[in-house]
């Protein structure tokens, strides 16, 4: 018999009860907030002991709980962290102070001048700059794949970001923020491993999984690095957190924690336990969003003012994108785009007409929210980018929320009479 205590159980339970015990916490059935900068050492020689199994992974205390600072670590963190790599089926996982924090410390852990950088279009717009603005000041390069179901077209991509440098990491957005397009997972591992195999060294394949999230989508086990989820969305749920996690193989994590040392973009006791405290609902919360989305989806794709839906759900048979969807997601996600024919003009009118749906970044929250992507999230994108990433000046991101799919429909409907 295993004694791995989530041997068997299902993410959705790991979500509720793995990675802290009460004897923890004074017999506390939730984990207790330990706010506090440092912790006291029980002598000098522990004091030593401590920072060497830290810092050179030797000593009598390795493998051991301890603490010496909280931007080192603090138990909050360790409860986290233990329930994320459960949830997603990985080795380890470290925590931070946003998605984008994460999606940084990937960037500045494994990219170096000269380096070059994989990844789809489209993509979150801080990711974009990320890669195309910021990291091309210390030398890197990046290139895009358009179609992430595409093998020879991704093929294509991959020697042309070989041919500008050492390929060292493709970046994966699926579904992709913010028309859902989706990526297949087993293409990239694929890819990685040939690329691996041309230049010497195999680059990580990291996906970010934040608009599906651990229940409706698994990359760990399609054989990818690692797996980033922007906790700030469904994960905390309630749009008053911000937060990043990444999952994957102890030795990549290893090096991030030590790093995130230096940086101190960990995250804090406080939002580490509101973070546990949503995760137990993820599931639940999830599932009444997407049945939602699905209500609002059909109602947009038979509107007359609407030229297209880009909701997964809706994605052909006989496609490659649905044979990719059918073998990799369990469900279709509550982020999706919509077309309205026209442009800025007219989804300004829209929107300016919302009187339930919240118009606002963001997504994954119980609130439905809505924004124009071209003027907002990806408002820094190049416009050209944008078009060939499916985003127009007519394009809507929409996540829908928790409340009644009647009330929705409705605000939908009102509104639209204005374009």
């Known amino acids: 018999m295993s004694t ?33 900068s440092t ?9 030593k002991h401590v920072h060497e199994a830290y810092f050179d992974g030797t000593g009598p205390l390795v493998g051991a709980t301890n603490h010496i600072y909280s931007r080192l670590g603090h138990p909050g963190l360790d409860f986290l962290e233990k329930r994320l790599a459960a949830i997603d089926g990985a080795e380890e996982a470290v925590a ?11 960037a500045l852990a494994y990219i170096r001048t000269g380096d070059s950088v994989l990844h789809g279009r489209p993509i979150y717009g801080g990711v974009d700059m990320l890669y195309n603005a910021i990291m091309p000041q210390f030398g890197s390069h990046a290139t895009a794949y358009l179609d992430g179901t595409d093998e020879a077209g991704v093929r294509a991509a991959a020697d042309a970001a070989m041919a500008q440098g050492p390929l060292k990491l493709i970046i994966v957005e699926t579904p992709a923020n913010p028309t859902a397009a989706i990526v297949d997972l087993d293409l990239m591992v694929r890819i990685a491993d040939e690329v691996g195999a041309k230049q010497g060294h195999r680059p990580l394949v990291v996906v970010d999984n934040t608009l599906l999230g651990p229940f409706a ?26 937060a990043g996690g990444i999952t994957g193989r102890k030795e990549l994590i290893d090096h991030l924690r030590m790093q995130r040392t230096t940086w101190g973009n960990h995250l804090d006791p406080y939002t580490s336990w509101l973070v546990l405290r949503s995760l137990e609902s993820v599931a639940v919360r999830t599932e009444r969003a997407m049945d939602n989305a699905r209500g609002v989806a059909e109602f947009l794709r038979d509107h007359p003012k609407v030229a297209g839906v880009t909701y997964l759900g809706f994605l052909k048979e006989g496609t490659r994108q649905r044979a990719v969807y059918d073998r990799q997601c369990k469900a279709a996600g509550s982020t999706f785009s919509f077309h309205l024919y026209g442009g800025e003009a007219e989804a300004f009118r829209m929107l300016d007409q919302m009187k339930l749906l919240k118009l606002a970044v963001s997504l994954g929250g119980s609130e439905t929210l809505i924004c124009h992507s071209a003027s ?31 009330d929705l429909i409705a605000d939908l409907r009102q509104a639209l009479e204005a374009v």
């Not at 912790?39 to 004091?47: I, K, L, R």
């Not at 946003?98 to 410390?105: D, E």
């Not at 060939?388 to 000046?393: Q, R, W």
């Open 217 to 242: 989508q698994r990359p760990i086990a399609h054989g990818v690095d690692l797996c980033m989820t922007s906790l700030t969305k469904y994960c905390g749920g309630h749009s008053d957190l911000l």
């Open 4 to 36: 791995d205590p989530k041997a068997g159980l299902r993410p959705e339970t790991l979500a509720v009860a793995y990675g802290y015990d009460p004897e923890m916490g004074m017999g506390s059935v939730k984990p207790p907030i330990f706010m506090t």
């Open 376 to 406: 907002t999230t990806h408002y820094a994108v190049a416009r050209e980018q944008r078009l060939a990433g499916g985003i127009t000046d007519g394009t809507m991101r929409l996540s829908v929320g928790l409340e009644h799919v009647d």
């Open 96 to 106: 931070y102070s946003s998605g984008m924090a994460a999606h940084s410390s990937i």
């Open 39 to 47: 912790f006291v050492y029980p002598s000098a020689q522990h004091a």
